[in-house]
Structure formats: C-alpha cells, structure tokens
C-alpha cells in the first residue's frame, strides 16, 4: 500500500475522512450486561466477556423463586462462585453491579391476577434480599436494580398524560379506560370499573339555597352529609325516581366526599390517602344502593314479623287458657276445647295456626338475618374501598424503604468499600413506575419512608435523609423510556424533546444511581445496541454527564446474541456510537484516516468489504508460513 493513497476504491477511504467523532463515553466508561441463564451461564462464560474488553458489567437474574439452567438465581452461586467473581473483578479492575431478578414485578405484592398479597410481596422483598446479599458478596457494594411495575394503570388518566392529549394506551382511552378498586383489608381487587359505564342510583331531593343547589331531607333541611340524601318520590308512580349516572358524576360527588372528609378531619386530613377518587365515589354509591337494598328487604320482613309475633302471642295466651279450662271442663264443652285447641294448633276455619305460624316466623327470621348480614357486608365493603394507586403505592414505598435500609444494614455491618443501594428501574409504560415522574416519586417517597424508619430507631433527621439518598436511587433504562413513543401524541421531534426534558428532569433531581443503554424503535423492548433504533441516547447521555452523573453505564444489547455474530459485538456497536475510538485514540497512520470500527471483522457497520483486523477462529495462524523465516545465505 501506498501511504497517503487514498480514493473511494480503497477501504480506507470514507466520507468523514479527517474529522474526528465525537467521543462522548469512552470504553471504560461503558459496561455490559450479562443475563445469567441467557447471556452467560457461569464463571468462566463472565469470565470470557471481561477478557473481550468489558471493563463493567451488571450480573442480572433471570430465575425468580428455585433456580433453573435458563433462569439462575443468586442462590445457585455459593461461596466459592462469589469469591472467584470478587477476585476476577479485582484483578480485571472491572466494577461489578447487580440486578435483581427480572421476574418481580415492584414491590406491592400484585400478582397475575391483579391482586394483592403479602405472600407474593414477602417473595419479592426475599429476590432483592437475595441480590442485596450477592452484591455484598462479589461487587462488594454498588447499585442493586429492582424492576418496578407496581401495578397495570390506564395510561391517560395519569395528570401527565393530561387528560389523553399527550398519552393514551388507546385511541379510546380517555372514554373507556378501566380502573380497578380493592379492598384495603384483604388487597383482592372489588371491581374493574370502566369509564363509559353508566350506573342507577337515586335522583336526591335538592333545593336552591342562597343561589347554590344543596341536598336536603323530605322538610327541606340541608343535609350535612352524603350518606343522608334522600330520594326524589315520583306521586304519578308513587315510586322513588332513580337515573343513569356516569363518570363525570362521580367525579363530582369524589369531590364534594373529600370536602366532607377534610372538614371532618382538619389539620389531620391526609393529602395523600383521604382524597376520595372517582372510582372510589363509584363504588361506594354502588354498594351503598345494594346496602339499601338489604335493608329495605329485612324491614320488610322485619315488619312482617313483627305481626307474627303478635298473632304467636295470642295463640299462647289462648292456647294456655284453653288448656287450664279443659282440665275442669266435662262433655261437651271438652270436646269443644279440643276442637279449639286443634284449630290453633293446625289451623283451618280462618285461622293461620301455630304450626304455619312458626314455619313462616323461622322463615322471615332467615329472611331478616340473611339481609342484614349481607347489608352489613355491603356497609364493610363500602368502608374498605380504595383505590389500586393509593393501596399498591403504600406498600410499594414501604417495601423499597425496607430494601434501602438492608443495603445499608449490609453496607455498615460488612463494612463495605463502597455503599450498596437499591435502583428502582423504570419499566414498561403500562405499569406503574414506567413513567419517568412515576419513577421520580417511587425514589422520592421510599426515601421519606425509609427516614421515618430511621426517625424511629434514634437517627438524626439530618443523617437519615443523607442515608436514604445513598441507598435509594433510580435506574433510568433508556430503551425503557423510548418505548411511551408509541403512546405520544406528537411528532417524533416533539417526542425527543419530551425524553430529554424528562432527563434533565431526572438529573436536576438527583435521583439517578444507575444506566441502562439499550435502544429500540419505540414500539417493543428489543434491546437493540445503542444507535441501532431512534432513542436519543447520545444527547441523554450528554445531559447526564452535564449533571455530574458517575454511576455506570450498562448496555444491554440482547439482539446482537441472535442478530449478530455475539453478544459482545453490541457493547462494539456501543463504543462505535458513543465515539470510542479503535485503539490509539484513533490516531491517523502515517498519513491514513484513523482506525475504525467498521474495520473490524464481523462489525458489519455498513461494511461491504474484507476486514482489516480479524479475530477469534478466522484468524491468520502462526503454525504454518510459506516460508521457514530462517535467514539466507
């Protein structure tokens, strides 16, 4: 080759000849995940990664629960495996991070069905216990990711959603968008309320009262509580009228209910848990009509009884005068009680009798406890409801306090040389946390949380914010957050510009502890390397840096194991994007353009052509030459 030769012919040859790309990370900024059971299996498989040039890496568990060959858990690592990832992360001079398994979905305890439990929430609260105690062991400290995913939720009814203008699931969502109540003793889901459904209930006697329509008793007194409307009577009828209500109603009575409940409570009311949602307002109108109902049918009954009781008490009265009397009576008049006895006994002649008396007193009474058993079921229920949000994120904030305070239990008890913390990562959009201010809120009240925690033992309130900052923070998993592109209603352009405002939104808040590369198309959760689909991660990463982030940099780039010739040419891909150069810096050789990546053997970076540097089994062997290398005479 002629040095300086240079034409569009030769290899070397391309557009951006002489420029220098941006470098934005370097190679030893950036790491790469390794999905233990998928994209590794064991030590000597991580081990062969690290030697292609991975200066981090994130051990992920795919397992939840007992380990399996495609699912492994921290718990099938023992101590001999954790001392050798240690020691090769020591000697590699490789940082180690650690995900928790992939197959919990946050910390309410939701299962598959939608409900709630503390038995699937211990399970959950066990898996990041369990990659706590593995990070301890092998990274010894750092970020411990947990999947959130609190629970499902219609997308537009979210504030920043904005009603549906900005997201929504579907196009129709802002109309019929499903939300579910539970039941706050037992976490099992009440009903799925849909928004265009439509409910009876009773049109309440109301009048104009100084200009204002307020609700009153059949006098025309105000009423002083919701529970004590009465209903419209109709004389043409002589019924009660009822009407349709739909969603907006509720949303009207949701207001004028915590109205109600902030004046009963004053400067106790809870700005968090005593709002009453729509959905709330809904079902409690709905039980409540049903409680009515039970009611209405035991006083029925009730008032039957009571005739009963009355006409049981005559009979006895007679039955046991008559009784007397026969005993003294002769003939006839024997003969005559008898027949008398009989008839209050059996029945006949237009009397009902005791013996049909007392089978439709036992009936009415099963009548009447049944009814008001099931009333007061009805009154419990309705006490119970509570909206899905405000249930799964109590308990989510509780159990990432909980997870916060064994990172630094472990941290201080080990006397670890870095801090480890727990990393809530932003998961898909159709659960809760996938959001990025859905994120923001699950660090920033887990840490609230775990302060108390902290409060009640004799901490300082100084010194447990600082140490609920250090043990709780995010990921922000980029491919993640590209992913509501198919929600967004706007352009592309626009979209770009919501994600890197979301960033920096992020970043200014300080909450950020780890980062997940990996791109996509905005449609699924591919795992493409970065700069393969549309994310912006350049100028995400660009903020992040401007805020002084330094945690790691993880890319996860499953695609490339099935797509490209190894796992590893994404962290490639990774390095070719981020301006990482190929050796040297990428320095010019004697005149030619620097070395790059699409050089590479099996890069494939717009490649069309042989590959300068060649690798692994392809490669050129020294075992034979043409010539011996011995010199001539």
């Known amino acids: 080759m002629i040095y300086g030769y240079n034409s569009p012919m030769e290899r070397s040859y391309t557009s951006d000849f002489g420029e220098k790309k941006e470098k934005v990370l370097g190679v030893k900024e950036v790491g790469i995940a390794m999905a233990m059971g998928l994209g590794a299996r064991n030590i000597p498989e991580i081990t062969s990664k690290i030697r292609a040039g991975a200066s981090n890496m994130e051990i992920q568990f795919m397992g939840v629960g007992r380990g399996s060959a495609q699912g492994e858990t921290p718990g099938m690592f023992g101590k001999y495996h954790r001392q050798a990832l240690r020691e090769l992360s020591k000697v590699s001079d490789v940082t180690l991070t650690t995900h928790a398994s992939v197959g919990i979905p946050g910390l309410a305890g939701q299962d598959q069905q939608g409900n709630f439990s503390d038995e699937q929430r211990r399970m959950a609260l066990d898996e990041v216990n369990r990659a706590i105690e593995f990070a301890r062991d092998t990274a010894l400290g750092g970020s411990v990711v947990v999947h959130t995913g609190e629970f499902q939720r219609p997308i537009s009814e979210e504030p920043w959603a904005e009603g549906g203008e900005k997201f929504r699931g579907f196009e129709e969502e802002p109309e019929k968008a499903i939300i579910r109540v539970v039941n706050k003793r037992t976490g ?14 009773p049109e309440w006697v109301t009048k104009k009262i ?3 329509e307020i609700y009153t008793d ?13 209903p419209q009577y109709d ?18 009575d949701a207001k004028k209910m915590t109205d109600e409940i902030r004046k009963d409570k004053g400067s106790n009311f809870n700005e968090e848990m005593d709002i009453v949602t729509p959905e709330e307002a809904f079902l409690k109108a709905t039980l409540k009509g049903q409680e009515s109902e039970r009611r209405g049918w035991a006083m029925n009954y009730g008032k039957r009884l009571d005739g009963y009781f009355n006409e049981l008490k005559r009979y006895s009265k007679e039955k046991k005068y008559l009784e007397e009397e026969y005993k003294k009576a002769y003939g006839n008049k024997k003969v005559e009680i008898e027949g008398r006895l009989k008839q209050i006994e059996e029945g006949g002649g237009g009397e009902v009798g005791l013996k049909r008396l007392r089978r439709e ?9 049944g009814n008001l058993q099931q009333a007061e079921d009805q009154k419990r229920m309705g006490e119970n409801v509570i909206s899905t949000k405000k249930y799964a994120l109590q308990k989510s904030f509780n159990g990432y306090a909980s997870s916060g305070m064994r990172a630094m239990e472990e941290t201080k008890q080990k006397n670890l040389e870095k801090p480890l913390f727990i990393t809530m990562e932003n998961i898909f959009p159709e659960s809760y946390g996938g959001h990025p201010q859905e994120l923001k809120r699950l660090v920033l009240e887990s840490r609230k949380k ?11 309130e100084s010194e447990a914010k600082k140490l609920a900052e250090t043990h709780i923070k995010a990921t922000l998993d980029l491919g993640h ?11 592309d352009k626009d979209f770009d510009k919501w994600m890197l405002n979301q960033t920096e939104d992020l970043a200014k808040a300080k909450i950020i502890g780890n980062v997940h590369l990996a791109d996509n198309y905005g449609y699924q959760d591919e795992h493409l390397a ?14 992040l840096k401007k805020h002084n982030y330094k945690g790691a940099y993880t890319v996860e780039c499953g695609s490339s194991a099935t797509t490209d010739t190894s796992y590893f040419h994404g962290l490639m891909k990774t390095w070719e994007y981020l301006g990482s150069p190929v050796y040297s810096m990428g320095a010019a050789r004697d005149g030619l353009p620097p070395a790059q990546w699409q050089s590479i053997q099996h890069s494939y970076f717009g490649q069309t052509y042989p590959p300068s540097f060649v690798f692994g089994a392809y490669s050129p062997s020294n075992d034979w030459t043409l010539w011996s290398g011995v010199a001539m005479e």
């Open 188 to 201: 099992q889901v009440m009903h799925q309320i849909r928004k265009n459904e439509e409910v009876t209930r």
């Open 210 to 212: 100084n200009g204002k």
């Open 218 to 230: 059949y006098e025309g007194n105000p009423v002083n509580k919701l529970e004590n409307r009465v």
């Open 235 to 252: 004389k043409e009828t002589g019924l009660l009228k009822v009407k349709p209500t739909v969603w907006v109603d509720f949303v009207e």
């Open 361 to 369: 007193i036992e009936e009415d009474k099963e009548m009447v406890i």
């Open 450 to 460: 775990m302060v108390n925690m902290l409060r009640n033992k004799g901490t300082s």
């Open 481 to 491: 957050m590209n992913l509501w592109r198919k929600y967004f209603k706007g352009s």
């Open 530 to 543: 970065p700069g393969q689909g549309n994310t912006p991660i350049k100028d995400m990463v660009k903020i």
